[in-house]
């Protein structure tokens, strides 16, 4: 049986606030989370190390062109050893100016935890495209779970 993290709504909150800083579009507001040596693997496969390189990094995506808004499904939050734990969600995103999910933006987050001194912060947060080519059900599936998140226009 799982049980769920005795951090757990810590460790959820930080995801949460990394997604709102990305759909802020604000570089300060997505690397805030993460530790000193931080790193944050993207969608493209892109590395960005270190707290304040992730904040840079950020501030000049968001300043050279229109970024997707996520939406985001928490799945689990897992102990991994004393102090670390792992969260993974699956997110989508929509499109700059669209009201709809891209087919093609589907994600798998994975976010690894570290306790720093009673404060959790993300060591590390990869972004996998949840493309799904053997299992197109997947995908459909989870296409039709995150746009169940969308508000009613």
């Known amino acids: 049986m799982t049980h769920a993290h005795p951090y757990d709504a810590q460790i959820r909150a930080l995801y949460a606030a990394f997604i709102d800083g990305w759909n802020q579009r604000s570089g300060a507001a997505v690397s805030s989370g993460f530790a000193d040596d931080g790193e944050l693997i993207g969608f493209d496969g892109s ?3 270190g707290r304040l390189s992730i904040a840079a990094e950020f501030r000049k995506i ?4 229109q970024t997707p808004l996520y939406l985001a499904l928490m ?7 004393d102090g670390v734990a792992v969260l993974h969600a699956h997110a989508g995103m929509i499109p700059a100016g669209g ?7 589907l994600t ?13 912060r993300i060591a590390l947060l990869q972004a996998t495209p949840a493309a799904w080519h053997q299992h197109p059900e ?15 226009s």
């Open 47 to 49: 590395q960005t190390a």
């Open 62 to 65: 968001f300043g050279s062109h």
């Open 75 to 81: 799945r689990s939050v897992r102990p991994m050893a």
């Open 99 to 105: 009201n709809d999910l891209d087919p093609d933006l």
């Open 108 to 120: 798998v987050h994975t976010m690894v935890a570290v306790d720093d001194g009673g404060r959790w």
């Open 138 to 152: 997947a995908r459909d599936a989870l296409l039709g779970e995150l746009r169940g998140l969308l508000t009613p």
